[in-house]
Every structure is written in C-alpha cells, then in structure tokens.
C-alpha cells in the first residue's frame, strides 16, 4: 500500500516536471530533447531534388557515426532509383511517403508509408521514394549519409552542372 501511494504521487507530479523541461536540452552525457517547434529547417543536402527541406535534429550526417535528420518534402516528390553507403531508417512523421524497389521509378509498384511507419533500406539496395502529398520523414542512420543514383543523369548535383 505504502509502494501504491508513493508511486502515486511520484506520477502527480509528472505534468508540473514536464512543463519545467526546456523545449532543447542537451546534457553533458550527449542526451538530446529536441521540440518539433524548435527545430531549425534548411535546405535539403544538394543530393535531393529541390523542394525539399532538412532538420538535423542529432549528429552530422556528413560524418562518421550516428545521425538523425528529418526532411519535409512538398507535394509530387520523386527521387529517381538510388542506393545509399550505410542502412537507411526511415519513419514517416506526417503524411504518407512510398518506397519502392528496383532500378526503375515505378510509381505504381511503390508502398505507401502512412504516418508512424517505418522502412529499413539496407546499404546498396536500389529503391526509389514518392509522395503525392506533403510529407515530413525521419532519417537514421550511421553516417556519412550520401546517395549515389542508378543513372547518373539524375543527380541533381549533375543536373546543377549543366
């Protein structure tokens, strides 16, 4: 009974902890609490089609070791087949996001990830990814995040090129 009542006003006085908690902490320890309205929104690495953006809320995707970032795409998104250097973590945030197989875009062979799912890509697996709708993903990974495009024409950093 004494465990009961003492956890029950430990669990009270969750609420009036929570609102004492800064939207961004970050402890010596390495910890990271990131509010969705405190993250900082860029452009999306030159490697994407233009349109989208990216927030790196952990890491640096450009180096070795962990990261995670989000991106939002707009409406209409596509990027062409592709494979990444390292497995790719993906979860959809808001909106629905498809992925698909292959070295070939084919829109109608794409699954649709609807908020709250997750897809794994492993390194070197050609897939190629959608949206007809805005929508914001969660990247994860071990870096350095990059992408190499099955045909190379469609890169954008070759198309910016030209």
């Not at 900082?40 to 790196?56: D, E, I, T």
């Not at 829109?107 to 990830?113: E, F, I, M, N, R």
Request: charge should be positive; proline fraction near 7%; hydrophobic fraction near 40%.
């Amino acid at each position: 009974m004494k465990l009961l009542f003492t956890t029950l006003i430990v669990l009270s006085t969750l609420p009036s902890l929570a609102d004492k908690v800064p939207a961004v902490a970050t402890a010596d320890a390495g910890h990271v609490i990131i509010s969705k309205k405190d993250m900082k929104w860029g452009a999306a690495p030159a490697s994407l089609p233009a349109g989208a953006q990216a927030a790196v809320i952990d890491g640096d995707p450009t180096k070795a070791g962990e990261f995670t970032m989000r991106l939002k795409l707009p409406a209409n998104y596509k990027i062409q087949p592709h494979t990444h250097p390292a497995d790719e973590h993906v979860t959809v945030i808001e909106g629905s996001f498809s992925m698909g197989l292959g070295e070939k875009f084919d829109a109608k062979s794409g699954h649709v990830l609807k908020a709250g799912d997750y897809a794994r890509m492993t390194a070197g697996t050609k897939h190629f990814a959608m949206t007809t709708s805005p929508a914001v993903i969660q990247l994860h990974g071990n870096g350095p995040w990059g992408i190499t495009y099955v045909n190379p024409a469609d890169d954008p950093r070759e198309m910016m090129k030209k």
